[in-house]
Each structure stands twice: as C-alpha cells, then as structure tokens.
C-alpha cells in the first residue's frame, strides 16, 4: 500500500523558519514529479512547490517564490519544503503528493487534480 506521510509542522513566529518532510512508503517515486500543497483555514486547497524527478526542474507559486525551497532525495524516498520568512498568510495545512503522470505536461504542474497519494497534512501555524 502507497501511503506518503508529511512531518515537520508546527508554530513559529512571523519570520522564522520550519523544514517538512514527505516519506513515501511502499514503492519508490524516484520517476515521479511530486508536490506541495496547502490548505489555510476555510480557503481551497492551493498549489505551494513542484520536483520534478531529478530534481533539475522546480516550480513555486508566487507567493512562495524566493522564501521556499522543495528539494527530494531520491534515496531516500523523501522530498522537502524549506520555508523561511513565513508569514501569518503561510499559515495552513500542507500536504504532498505525487503526480500521476511521469513527464507530465508543465500545465499540469500546479493542478491538484493530477496528484495522487495525498499524505494525511501537518499544520503549520505562524503567529505575529
């Protein structure tokens, strides 16, 4: 059974900085593009980061750009979200997920709708 598991969540003031992690568990997502998303409180589930397999190929949504970095190891079936000067508007659920086609086209990218083996979420909370 696939199952991706996210950690690393918490609270931290305005400006400061946390490290999620996503571990894939019952097979290997080496080939696979993945992705963060994030759900803040009573909005839709929105569109964070993007790697595609190698790890060559980023994407960011524009309010991240330039404070988050995704990142995987491959290795180690783990893929990363370094986030720092986060905001009161960082402030939601995050979740990952893998793409469910390889090589899937860039418009795809940011579509949560072409993700599959939704982790269970870790709740980041930033506070002034």
């Known amino acids: 059974q696939v199952q991706l598991v996210e950690s690393g969540g918490g609270s931290v003031q305005a400006g400061g900085s946390l490290r999620l992690s996503c571990v894939a568990f019952?097979?290997?997502?080496?080939?696979?593009?993945m992705g963060w998303f994030r759900q803040p409180p009573g909005k839709e589930r929105e569109f964070v980061a993007a790697?595609?397999?190698?790890?060559?190929?980023?994407y960011y949504a524009d309010s991240v750009e330039g404070r988050f970095t995704i990142s995987r190891d491959n290795a180690k079936n783990t893929m990363y979200l370094q986030m720092n000067s986060l905001k009161l508007e960082d402030t939601a659920v995050y979740y990952c997920?893998?793409?469910?086609?390889?090589?899937?086209?860039?418009?795809?990218?940011?579509?949560?709708?072409?993700?599959?083996?939704w982790g269970q979420g870790t709740q980041v909370t930033v506070s002034s």
């Open positions: 997920a893998v793409h469910s086609v390889v090589g899937g086209p860039p418009s795809s990218v940011r579509n949560s709708g072409f993700y599959v083996n």
């Open positions: 019952g097979r290997s997502f080496s080939s696979s593009t």
């Open positions: 790697i595609r397999w190698s790890g060559g190929r980023v």
